[in-house]
């Protein structure tokens, strides 16, 4: 799991999966640049229509959640590294 966080394309994962993995963090980082062309590219590689939904509808949730969170200042609880509670 820590490779994949680390590098989900050098993690050797299928690919499949990390053009999954390519999708959603181009969702979560610059939605506007998401195109009919990249649903279609994960088609490509077999994934449904259903599947890319879902994954739209996670990786906006996490982010509705991570702002909400942030916007009101909550803390992250104390078993989580100190670089990640900085927000580094």
Not at 12 to 18: M, S
Not at 25 to 35: F, M, N, Y
Not at 46 to 74: E, K, P
């Amino acid at each position: 799991m820590k490779a994949v966080a680390a590098d989900h394309r050098g993690a050797g994962l299928p690919a499949p999966q990390v053009a999954m993995l390519d999708f959603v963090e181009g969702v979560s980082a610059v939605p506007q640049r998401s195109s009919a062309a990249k649903v279609e590219g994960l088609r490509g590689h077999g994934w449904s229509d259903a599947a890319i939904l879902d994954m739209v509808q996670v990786a906006a949730y996490f982010a509705y959640v991570n702002r909400m969170a942030d916007g009101l200042g909550v803390e992250l609880e104390s078993f989580w590294p100190e670089e990640i509670r900085r927000g580094g």
